[in-house]
């Protein structure tokens, strides 16, 4: 079989067209929409907890992860539904089960460590959610989770650096580039 | 030096081969998902998946999902070297 180099070049074309367009609609490297959602919740909750009074705070925080949930569990159906894997239907129990047993290591964690502030409280918390994160990602996909390690590398610089504007830079620097990173694996990947 | 692949290189094959390879290895997509990702009609892909599948390039899965009938294809080991070698003889005809 005998084509000329423009034929090739065609070929060549319409594979990468065809294989961004996977990527961007129904591969599970999707999670760019994951990143999006949970940069959004980061963002606006830490923002309310850098500068509204705590009680305030915890009530935007309820809205925007109630708000997430909604978006992420919608999200998953729709890529779950056209995508599955050999893991998808057997482990999604076990799956679901991890993360309460994490939730439950996470409470404990917390009340051995009394954290003394809700800086250490968050901290620990968005810990426990990250190594979750890096968990399915073993499982799934090395390419659904390897940005838990920047941002939990973020996070902890932020907590020893800049501790008295904590919330602030894991708003803008932690759930900014989580947006960002997002949008960029959507259009760029 | 790779040679081009004449079932694969159709180019609706090809850009079915495209799809599945871009899959995580196991991973199958729905009928109708690619269907609509190929922007091509049921008889049409359906014939070329039959070529596909005879090929050993990919595998068909017929299940039931909340009692409906589905279709899932995925491509197979065989299938994802058959394809990297097309590719890699297409970037040889460009580079000459």
New interface residues.
């Given amino acids: 079989?005998?084509?000329?180099?423009s034929e090739?070049?065609e070929?060549?074309a319409?594979?990468q067209k065809?294989?961004r367009?996977?990527?961007h609609?129904?591969?599970?490297s999707g999670a760019y929409i994951f990143l999006i959602y949970t940069g959004m919740i980061w963002l606006v909750g830490f923002l309310a907890n850098q500068f509204l009074p705590g009680s305030q705070a915890v009530y935007v925080w309820a809205a925007v992860s109630l708000l997430g949930s909604a978006l992420s569990i919608s999200a998953g159906l729709r890529v779950s539904?056209?995508?599955?894997?050999?893991l998808t239907g057997m482990y999604g129990r076990r799956i679901g089960l991890f993360w309460v047993l994490l939730a439950l290591f996470c409470i404990g964690v917390i009340a051995v460590a009394q954290p003394i502030d809700g800086k250490q409280f968050t901290l620990i918390i968005i810990l426990f959610v990250l190594v979750g994160q890096a968990a399915m990602s073993l499982v799934?996909?090395f390419?659904y989770g390897w940005w838990t390690l920047p941002i939990g590398a973020l996070a902890l610089a932020g907590y020893f650096l800049m501790p008295a504007y904590f919330y602030l830079w894991m708003a803008v620097l932690v759930g900014g580039p989580m947006i960002l990173l997002g949008l960029i694996i959507h259009w760029k990947w | 030096m790779a040679e081009l692949n004449e079932i694969i290189h159709q180019s609706v094959r090809l850009r079915i081969m495209a799809a599945l390879t871009t899959l995580d290895t196991d991973n199958e997509v729905d009928f109708t998902a690619l269907r609509d990702l190929l922007e091509v009609t049921d008889g049409n892909l359906g014939a070329h998946l039959h070529k596909l599948e005879e090929a050993g390039y990919i595998a068909v899965t017929k299940t039931f999902v909340e009692r409906k009938p589905r279709t899932f294809v995925s491509a197979t080991s065989a299938g994802r070297r058959a394809f990297r070698a097309h590719v890699a003889a297409l970037e040889e005809i460009i580079k000459k």
């Fill in positions: 079989m005998n084509i000329s180099p090739a070049e070929a060549l319409a594979i065809m294989t367009r996977t990527r609609t129904i591969s599970s539904k056209h995508v599955q894997g050999p799934f996909s390419s």
